[in-house]
């Protein structure tokens, strides 16, 4: 059961009534004896209470009434409460943020990739007892506590993100498997610097304003995974990075080119 805005339980809530007859005062337990007692639920006739423990199985808002009676009839007032009974487990879904690529074979994501779980209990029946936690699994089938938020480590692969989360009064919803592929591997890239050129012995490279310098990257597949090139950017001495998107020629003088591929 829960106590939030009104008492909620689910059907799986056992309801156990307790009566002890009095004789002079409140408490005494001196009485007769109790014979028995009786429950309405939403106003219907009082039946009696067979069973130890009783639960209450339509979703909805409900009005439980009881009262007993003792041995020679006589019959305690009547007390009531309302109970909210909740059936409907909660929804999870997993959200996953920037840098991803959705791919034929699951999502691809990065090291520094939030992912995020989402829980919702449903308003069902004019009730909902609300999320009570959240629970997570990383290819592994031991499910633990889900944080806030988290991000794959590791190396480059498959990984199978299981999750489902508990309302208040402890409906669990189904376990939801999503896919998800974790690409670690920076992509490779490559200068490539046309005629003509002219490569001294310390390794310095002569070329003419006309020598055309160009740029290329590879992702490479590694586990099965690529994201997929993104972008070559370039810098020219020091200045900002910038999207490469055609060959460089360059004037004359000494020049620093620093490149990389995301």
Request: charged share 15%; glycine share 8%; proline share 5%.
């Amino acid at each position: 059961k829960f106590a939030g805005d009104r008492l909620y339980v689910s059907s799986a809530t056992l309801i156990e009534f307790s009566a002890a007859d009095d004789l002079a005062e409140v408490g005494d337990g001196r009485g007769v004896g109790t014979a028995q007692t009786l429950m309405s639920v939403d106003s219907a006739a009082f039946a009696a209470v067979i069973a130890s423990t009783v639960s209450l199985s339509t979703e909805g808002a409900h009005v439980l009434a009881w009262f007993s009676r003792d041995l020679v009839d006589n019959a305690e007032l009547v007390a009531s409460t309302a109970v909210a009974v909740d059936l409907t487990p909660p929804l999870t879904l997993l959200l996953i943020s920037t840098p991803s690529v959705a791919q034929a074979s699951g999502t691809v994501v990065g090291p520094a990739t939030i992912l995020r779980l989402s829980a919702q209990d449903p308003v069902s029946g004019g009730v909902a007892s609300g999320v009570k936690d959240t629970f997570l699994s990383i290819s592994t089938g031991v499910f633990a506590l889900a944080p806030d938020t988290f991000t794959l480590s590791g190396a480059d692969g498959e990984r199978v993100v299981a999750f489902y989360s508990r309302d208040n009064v402890l409906n669990a919803g189904p376990v939801e498997n999503m896919t998800v592929l974790l690409d670690a591997t920076p992509p490779v890239s490559t200068a490539t610097i046309g005629a003509p050129l002219h490569v001294a012995a310390d390794g310095t490279r002569y070329i003419t304003p006309a020598t055309p310098v160009a740029f290329s990257a590879q992702d490479e597949v590694v586990s099965g995974v690529a994201s997929g090139l993104d972008r070559i950017e370039v810098n020219v001495d020091g200045a900002a990075f910038t999207v490469y998107a055609a060959s460089l020629t360059f004037a004359e003088g000494r020049h620093i080119v620093r490149y990389r591929a995301v």
